[in-house]
């Protein structure tokens, strides 16, 4: 693996995770890890298990084994409670937002401000999802409304602000501008620069090799269940990640022919 | 970032359109709501002029009030239950067996303990009541939540389960008398709070409306949002204010019954004049406890977060969870919450019959969610309020009793019933389908 060595401790190591549903290994012994101001995107084909191992990570879904490092020490991520404890927050490709009720209270689901009465400080809320909108999406005015009226471009932004809010230091997003059109695409690839430049680490899931390439420091390919490797951005050629996501193998293991079936 | 970016629009006032329909937004008022106070409104004069002027009458609204209380308190808690994707069709039964316990305890057990008449009695009977309700729903929702039986078999093996208990409690015997303080809970013949506390809670309730309505008002201006016009506030709040003075006004014209009055002025070493005199009965106590059960739950579900997490569950469970809510706890302390309603509506009913039987409470489940249906909530989840609830209860007890006035049979209630549930929640459907 062309793999610089690295001195600093990684934000985030996952170590030999497997993930099985019934008989079918969804993750087999993946091990990824991520830097302080770093995207390391996660690329491969339908059912290759991203999501899968990105979700062992955000507490969605609980890994058979394999071991989670934040910052060198091994924690226990068991629920999403847990994730965000240590600063992990996701944006899933699903959005996860609670359709009938309204962007502030999707904005603070499960984090609510209070009142010192112990009650829900609305208006404290509406004041922060506002000036956190103003700066992702100035165009976003629909505090009062159920998300399920809005866009799905609006959906995404609540879904993005909510991610950010809370700083963040690991930062999952899981297909982020699937929903975008190209001027929202590029507001969310400024927003993921300008948390890099804040040292967040951020790991990428995408199918736009186009994103990953323009976005990401090292690229992770997996294919049905396995870590087929990771390689630096620089490093390589679009078509040779491609040939990693489709034939399964690192560029230099490729053969002639392999390469030819491709084309 | 920028605070005019985000505000400027939101500060221009709609000029010009001055429709109806822009009226109504200015004021900010849930059409959905007022739709049921217009629906009721019509249901009232309906039968005011079908029953030959005997509906609208200060007797019946009293009457209505009391007849309301019990449903209304439960339905509260049916909301956020059906909100939270669930149903508990055992609340009935559990109010029998509730009641019952209630009942033993103060005419069988209590007063071989502390002695007959020992004003600790009503105060540990529903006590005990209370906690016992909250337990029934609470281990009902624990089977729902974390053993992943869905709620409509849970609570339709409880509807079975305890209207068998509520039988063999008592082996069908009927319990009585209630403690003579326990039976204020009923609004029987005592128990109202009469004119004067009546008029002193209408007041409260008017301060309280102007306060809120200002306090809302300086939050939102704290924070530079958009304002109701001044008008829309002012108009909003007079029309509260004469609502609640209104009502007050109503319930305190209906006098006591005479023998009543009579009683009441001798014990007080009243003089009983020759023409007899006009003592108001005032809101009676189910109606109070109502109100007050409403006003809290309506706090619970839109002001805490536990209100919050219940509506987000009924949204989209899975993101619920992924937002870092304890989604199986949150369904456990809904379903709690609604044992302890039922235990309040139990001592209300057993109160006012003076007596507890092990048929206590049968069919109520249907009404309570018949009332949160009605009342604009959506079994699908997510929806829901609590004042449509308590509205729902009305037109519900309304329907009933103005049929009762017009004296109609028994069965053809029952039809009427039926057919204004499945009408409302189509009407509900349709308009929901239109508005989105």
């Known amino acids: ?263 | 970032m920028t605070d005019t970016t985000t505000k400027a629009p939101e500060r221009v006032e709609e000029q010009g359109k001055r429709s109806l329909g822009a009226l109504l937004r200015a004021t900010e008022i849930d059409t959905r709501l007022l739709g049921m106070v217009v629906a009721l409104l019509v249901i009232w004069v309906g039968f005011h002029v079908l029953s030959g002027g005997t509906f609208l009458t200060a007797r019946n609204l009293w009457n209505l009030s009391v007849q309301t209380s019990a449903v209304a308190i439960m339905a509260t808690g049916m909301v956020l239950v059906i909100v939270s994707r669930n149903i508990d069709l055992s609340v009935g039964s559990m109010l029998a067996v509730v009641g019952m316990t209630m009942a033993l305890l103060q005419a069988e057990i209590l007063p071989d303990l502390l002695g007959f008449d020992h004003w600790a009695i009503w105060v540990i009977s529903l006590a005990v009541g209370l906690v016992l309700g909250a337990l029934i729903g609470g281990f009902q929702g624990f089977i729902v939540a974390y053993v992943g039986v869905p709620s409509f078999i849970v609570t339709l093996g409880g509807l079975l389960v305890w209207r068998g208990v509520a039988w063999a409690m008592a082996s069908g015997r009927t319990i009585a008398p209630m403690d003579a303080t326990f039976q204020l809970l009923g609004g029987g013949s005592r128990g109202s709070i009469g004119e004067t506390w009546s008029w002193i809670v209408g007041g409260v309730a008017v301060v309280a409306i102007v306060v809120l309505l200002t306090n809302r008002r300086r939050q939102r201006n704290k924070y530079g949002f958009r304002l109701r016009p001044m008008w829309a506030e002012v108009g909003l709040g007079a029309v509260a204010c004469l609502a609640v003075l209104g009502a007050v006004w109503v319930i305190n014209s209906y006098p006591m019954p005479a023998r009543l009055a009579q009683q009441y002025a001798e014990e007080r070493g009243i003089v009983w004049p020759e023409g007899g005199l006009i003592i108001p009965l005032g809101i009676a106590v189910p109606v109070m406890l109502g109100l007050v059960v409403a006003l809290v739950m309506t706090f619970i579900a839109t002001r805490r977060s536990f209100g919050r997490y219940v509506f987000a569950i009924g949204g989209n469970p899975e993101a619920a969870e992924l937002g870092g809510i304890k989604t199986r706890w949150t369904v456990v302390k809904t379903f709690a919450l609604m044992g302890v309603l039922v235990a309040l509506a139990a001592a209300v009913q057993t109160a006012r019959l003076n007596a507890a039987v092990s048929g206590l409470g049968q069919l109520s489940e249907l009404y309570v969610i018949a009332a949160a249906v009605i009342g604009g909530t959506s079994l699908a989840g997510g929806v829901g309020t609590i004042a449509g609830a308590v509205l729902g209860a009305l037109v519900m007890q309304s329907l009933q009793s103005g049929m009762v006035l017009m004296g109609i049979d028994a069965p053809l209630q029952d039809i009427v019933v039926g057919v204004v549930l499945v009408v409302a929640v189509a009407i509900d459907s349709f308009y929901r389908r239109r508005s989105t």
């Open chain 1, 1 to 263: 693996m062309a793999q610089v060595v690295e001195e600093r401790t990684p934000l985030v190591e996952m170590r030999n995770m497997r993930v099985a549903f019934g008989g079918v290994h969804a993750v087999e012994g993946v091990t990824v890890d991520l830097f302080p101001g770093e995207v390391v995107a996660l690329v491969g084909g339908n059912g290759a298990g991203k999501t899968t191992l990105i979700k062992t990570l955000s507490g969605a879904h609980p890994a058979d084994s394999g071991e989670i490092r934040i910052e060198g020490k091994p924690v226990t991520i068991a629920n999403p409670r847990d994730a965000k404890v240590y600063g992990i927050e996701t944006i899933y490709q699903t959005l996860a937002l609670a359709d009938n009720v309204d962007a502030t209270a999707n904005m603070f689901l499960g984090r609510e401000l209070k009142t010192r009465w112990g009650s829900l400080d609305e208006a404290a809320m509406e004041d922060a999802t506002r000036k956190i909108m103003g700066r992702l999406n100035p165009k976003f005015l629909n505090f009062k409304t159920a998300v399920n009226s809005l866009s799905g471009g609006q959906r995404q932004s609540v879904a993005i602000a909510r991610a950010v809010h809370f700083n963040a230091r690991i930062l999952i997003m899981d297909e982020p501008t699937a929903a975008l059109g190209p001027a929202e695409t590029a507001q969310v690839a400024e927003l993921i620069k300008q948390l890099k430049a804040e040292g967040i680490g951020i790991f990428l899931i995408s199918h736009d090799i186009h994103d990953v390439f323009d976005l990401a420091d090292r690229i992770s390919v997996m294919l049905q269940g396995k870590l087929v490797g990771t390689v630096n951005k620089t490093d390589v050629t679009m078509d040779e990640v491609l040939g990693m996501i489709i034939i399964g193998k690192l560029p230099h293991e490729v053969s002639q022919t392999e390469l030819e079936k491709l084309h």
